[in-house]
């Protein structure tokens, strides 16, 4: 009882954040015990402890790195066993615990709606049990509907219906919740020249990467076309803005790839081949991972455009990392506003808080010293070209799993970095930033201000 109460009362002195973050390496943990069983493994593999630790790592951050070929070192029940991790780290462990709270009976209290706020990067403590429950359910339905749609189509490629909506399973649940896993061996390869699995994947990947607040809104406007409402619907600022950045990212990703591209891997290819390379490729650095093609064939300038993409991931309260679409939007946006003389962000009939766009560019600027410095360090141990680190390093922090072929290869040193990173863009950078500061205390006193030169 004593070990007990003295648990009880560091877990009461311990923050949210800090709660949150234990939760995540347990999960790592519990993972890569779960990993280690033999009965997952084929038979005849014998995986080392660095090896299951980093594809937990990968794979609670639902990102996809690699360092061992999945369908040849899992079985069936490894498949299912790696679907459960990403369920655990896409959809949240303040999510799925808070539906498993509610089975049993259990009374969603103060603190369990605290963890769920910093675990959703919500800004309050209203609607999150309701919220939760509207994130299971849309995101469980999505990988359903995208099993069976898979599943179905995939009898026409394996020879019976276990291997088809085995496949159909994984790759939705993969997909859905941007893990960038697959059990082809090869990623979506296979598929290159097959445009219908391919857009059922990209319309997976996009599900997942452009925020549960999004998909709760886009619910509620058709519920209220359903019930044919007179009264106009009106998205938030956040979806707004989450939305338009979000696609105009994969509109100027694809752009950008079928230009730098177009005297160099699309030059022997038909228009629709080199649309859909383009268009794949720009979807799946929001934070997907999969792939229809090698992308270390693309040229240098095409593999650094492809590292931004990665850089700045998916939306938040989403399955994806990175620094975060709406941090982009607000930086870009502080930008130009700046440029023009306003001291003020107006869009949409709003302004943004001054607050956010000083978060904004914390985020930014951590991030990048970040990614910078793990790029110099990587370049230092690894005796990789500087643009595979840096496609690493960018891939890693986004949560997106494209890699230029160099995981398996590196060190120990640069997986337990490359790992660092993975989780880091899971969590997000706040709680990283908030786990390193102190206790939070009001200045009693001020000095006089001065100002500096800057720029």
Same mark, same amino acid.
């Given at each position: ?20 973050? /234990? ?25 080392? +402890? ?20 999945? %369908? ?32 049993? &009976?259990?009374?969603?209290? /103060? ?13 309050t403590l209203s ?16 990988? /359903? ?17 276990? *291997?088809?909506?085995?496949? &159909?399973?994984?790759? %939705? ?13 090869? %990623? ?30 886009? *619910? ?13 619907? !009106? ?45 794949? *490729? ?13 992308? &270390? ?28 679409t709406t941090t ?23 302004? #943004?808080?001054?607050?956010?766009? !000083?978060?904004? +560019? ?7 010293? /970040?990614?910078?410095?793990?790029? #110099?360090?990587?370049?230092? !141990?690894?005796?990789?070209?500087? #643009?595979?680190? #840096?496609?690493?390093?960018? %891939? ?17 040193f640069g997986k ?8 880091? &863009? ?30």
């Amino acid at each position: 009882m004593n070990l007990l109460s003295r648990q009880f009362k560091i877990s009461k002195q311990l923050s949210t954040i800090h709660l949150i973050v /234990l939760f995540y390496l347990a999960a790592v943990g519990i993972s890569t015990l779960l990993l280690s069983i033999p009965l997952l493994h084929e038979e005849g593999v014998n995986l080392s +402890f660095i090896d299951v630790f980093f594809t937990a790592v990968s794979a609670i951050s639902v990102t996809g790195l690699s360092v061992i070929n999945i %369908s040849e070192s899992f079985n069936g029940f490894g498949y299912i066993a790696l679907t459960i991790v990403f369920q655990l780290g896409g959809i949240g462990i303040m999510t799925l615990g808070t539906f498993i709270w509610i089975l049993f &009976g259990k009374k969603i209290g /103060l603190r369990e709606r605290q963890l769920i706020q910093v675990d959703q990067n919500r800004t309050t403590l209203s609607g999150l049990v309701s919220l939760m429950i509207k994130i299971f359910k849309i995101i469980i339905g999505i990988e /359903l509907v995208g099993t069976l749609v898979l599943g179905t189509y995939f009898l026409t490629y394996f020879d019976t219906w276990q *291997q088809a909506f085995m496949h &159909g399973f994984f790759g %939705s649940v993969s997909a859905t919740t941007n893990a960038g896993f697959d059990i082809t061996g090869n %990623s979506l390869i296979p598929f290159a020249n097959d445009y219908f699995v391919q857009f059922v994947n990209i319309m997976l990947l996009i599900l997942g990467a452009v925020g549960f607040p999004v998909l709760i809104e886009v *619910q509620e406007l058709i519920k209220g076309v359903y019930k044919d409402t007179n009264e106009k619907y !009106t998205f938030s600022l956040f979806t707004k803005i989450t939305t338009i950045t979000f696609f105009g990212l994969i509109v100027i990703g694809t752009i950008s790839i079928l230009f730098l591209e177009r005297n160099a891997f699309f030059l022997d290819k038909a228009w629709h081949e080199s649309f859909f390379y383009s268009f794949f *490729q720009s979807v799946t650095t929001r934070s997907g991972g999969l792939a229809t093609m090698d992308v &270390g064939l693309f040229s240098v300038p095409t593999q650094l455009v492809l590292s931004v993409l990665m850089f700045i991931g998916a939306s938040p309260s989403s399955v994806g990392g990175g620094i975060r679409t709406t941090t982009f939007a607000i930086m870009m946006l502080a930008i130009f506003n700046y440029a023009k003389g306003n001291s003020s962000i107006k869009i949409f009939g709003r302004e #943004i808080d001054p607050e956010d766009i !000083t978060r904004s +560019f914390i985020v930014i600027s951590t991030a990048t010293m /970040l990614c910078m410095g793990s790029i #110099i360090v990587l370049a230092q !141990t690894e005796p990789f070209p500087i #643009i595979s680190i #840096i496609f690493e390093v960018c %891939s890693a922090f986004g949560t997106t799993g494209l890699s230029l072929g160099i995981t398996a290869d590196l060190s120990v040193f640069g997986k337990l970095v490359i790992m660092f990173l993975m989780f880091v &863009g899971r969590i997000g950078i706040f709680s990283f930033l908030f786990l390193l500061r102190g206790k939070v205390s009001k200045d009693l006193f001020h000095y006089p201000t001065e100002r500096v030169i800057i720029g």
